[in-house]
């Protein structure tokens, strides 16, 4: 079945530094990836997503392309804050679209003054 | 608009009771769909629905009931509840089946004792 895998937590960064969070998947056809921020006490809220190969999605200075070839979608930020402290997941929508979405387990980042 | 609503948002029971978790979007979409999310398990699909009158099982749907009378209301029912269904719940929706954002509600907190 399909499968979302991501870099385990806590990810700990000083504030201004580089993030990277890894994110493979495993999927049958050509799904579609997202990545959705949960902050303390909250639901999930869609950061950015990428509908076929070679897009990147982009949001708040987040980034993220879809690679095919290495069957990868990792979310990065050249100057991380304070407030992007929170828990991100990856996820995708398989290709048929019909059962909604494959979560993979959440990073939660912490972002240090 | 108020988006996704969910009610209660904290709950706690003792084993065997039922009780019903509610959901409702006054967006107009299609599909509904309700995920619990567990510590180190990222967010797993429940139940789901494409449409009033329709709905379908996901990956974790023992435990619980559905129904879809309307298209704004969702509701999530634990017949007997058990300790194992300790969880936090969100009801999402999405415009239609396959649609690229689902919206999720803040959660429910459920503790069974």
């Known amino acids: 079945g399909d499968s979302v895998t991501q870099m385990e937590g806590p990810v700990t960064l000083s504030e201004e530094a580089f993030l990277t969070i890894n994110c493979t998947y495993t999927?049958?056809?050509?799904?579609?990836l997202f990545w959705y921020v949960q902050y303390p006490g909250e639901g999930l809220q869609l950061l950015l997503k990428?509908?076929?190969?070679?897009d990147k999605g982009s949001n708040k200075g987040f980034e993220a392309t879809y690679r095919k070839e290495t069957t990868s979608f990792h979310l990065e930020k050249g100057s991380v804050q304070v407030s992007d402290s929170a828990v991100y997941f990856c996820?995708?929508?398989?290709?048929?679209?019909?059962?909604?979405?494959?979560f993979g387990k959440g990073t939660h980042l912490i972002i240090q003054p | 608009n108020a988006g996704v609503t969910q009610t209660p948002k904290f709950q706690v029971l003792k084993t065997g009771q039922s009780m019903t978790l509610q959901c409702a979007q006054d967006?107009?979409?299609?599909?509904m769909s309700w995920y619990r999310q567990d510590p180190g398990m990222g967010l797993r699909l429940i139940h789901y629905?494409?449409?009033?009158?329709?709905?379908d099982q996901g990956e974790v749907p023992n435990g619980y009931n559905v129904s879809r009378s309307t298209t704004e209301d969702f509701p999530l029912r634990l017949l007997s509840a058990a300790p194992s269904q300790t969880s936090v719940y969100f009801c999402?929706?999405?415009?239609?089946?396959?649609?690229?954002?689902?919206?999720f509600g803040p959660g429910t907190r459920l503790t069974v004792l």
């Open positions: 999402a929706s999405t415009l239609y089946q396959g649609g690229n954002e689902q919206f």
């Open positions: 629905s494409v449409g009033a009158g329709i709905t």
């Open positions: 999927a049958t056809g050509y799904p579609s």
């Open positions: 990428a509908t076929k190969a070679d």
């Open positions: 967006m107009n979409h299609e599909y």
């Open positions: 996820a995708l929508r398989a290709g048929g679209g019909a059962d909604g979405l494959t």
